[in-house]
């Protein structure tokens, strides 16, 4: 929760903040789903960090050859 006040703060302190992105951060405290919400944003960003850990491109992985 106080990391989205955090980035409330952030986003007004700004020179032209974006009112769209704040409007939506201060949503997310109103609702009783927040909790939930912010697991599932953690959650998917560490799938991601690790799908990009034990991926290898086929670019990178295959040798270039004329």
Known sequence: MKEI???I???KAKDCPNR?????????TDKP???????E????QLVNKLY???TIELDDFLK???
Do not use: A, P, T
């Open 9 to 11: 703060l952030k986003e």
């Open 5 to 7: 006040y955090d980035m």
């Open 33 to 39: 789903e927040k909790e939930y919400f912010l697991e």
């Open 41 to 44: 944003v953690k959650r998917q």
């Open 52 to 54: 990009l850990d034990n």
């Open 64 to 66: 270039y050859s004329n």
């Open 20 to 28: 769209e992105y704040i409007q939506f951060l201060q949503q997310m």
